[in-house]
Every structure is written in structure tokens, then in C-alpha cells.
Nanobody, 123 residues
Framework: QVQLVESGGGLVQAGESLRLSCAAS????????MGWFRQAPGKEREFVAA???????TYYADSVKGRFTISRDNTKNTDLQMNSLKPEDTAVYYC?????????????????WGQGTQVTVSS
């Protein structure tokens, strides 16, 4: 069992940065790949970034590549550093955990989800 709690959301202006954190509980955290997804009002949840269990591989949506960086430690934390934020990045951001070997770009691959944290970028 893995429980996830996100933090770090807020209101920023375009061009500014935010760092989201996801704290996981459970002994098996290191066995799971971790991902970040986001959902804007009236839109489907979309993939943002993911990182493998050993942090050997990272994956990004084209819309955030070069601006966002995902990282994790060996204990319980997975972070999303978001730079050069744009108004279109406004959404609720969720962290999630998926078994090793999953298709990390697909929300259906993830077993555990956090409650989400709001990110609002003003123009």
C-alpha cells in the first residue's frame, strides 16, 4: 500500500517557477515508478512527467519538456520543478505510483494517486 500527498502548489505569474513535492508512505515506494499528471477544468487528465523506480529514466510530455524536471530520492519524495510557467500550465497536479514496467504515460497504469494540488499561472 502506498499513500501519496502532494504539496507546493500556488498562484504565480507567467515566467515564474514552482516546485511540487509528493511524499509517499509505505515500504515499497522505491519499487514503484512515479508520475505527475494534471487536469485543467473541462479537460481530461493528462500526463506531465514520470520517473522510473531507480530514477534511471525520466519521461516528459512535449508540452513541458525543457521547462519541467522530475526527480526522486530513495526514501519517499518525488518532486516536480516547474520553470518558465505559462497560463496553460494552470491545472490541478496529481502525483501517482505505478508498478515497474508500466506504460508511464497512461493514467490507467497507475495504482495509487494523491489528492492533487492546484497550480494557477496568471498572465
Amino acid at each position: 500500500q502506498v499513500q501519496l500527498v502532494e504539496s507546493g502548489g500556488g498562484l504565480v505569474q507567467a515566467g515564474e517557477s514552482l516546485r511540487l513535492s509528493c511524499a509517499a508512505s509505505g515500504r515499497t515506494f522505491r519499487l514503484y515508478a512515479m508520475g505527475w499528471f494534471r487536469q485543467a477544468p473541462g479537460k481530461e487528465r493528462e500526463f506531465v512527467a514520470a520517473i522510473s523506480g531507480g530514477a534511471f529514466s525520466t519521461y516528459y510530455a512535449d508540452s513541458v519538456k525543457g521547462r519541467f524536471t522530475i526527480s526522486r530520492d530513495n526514501t519517499k519524495n518525488t518532486d516536480l520543478q516547474m520553470n518558465s510557467l505559462k497560463p496553460e500550465d494552470t491545472a490541478v497536479y496529481y502525483c501517482a505510483a505505478a508498478p515497474a514496467g508500466s506504460n508511464l504515460a497512461s493514467a490507467g497504469s497507475y495504482t495509487y494517486w494523491g489528492q492533487g494540488t492546484q497550480v494557477t499561472v496568471s498572465s
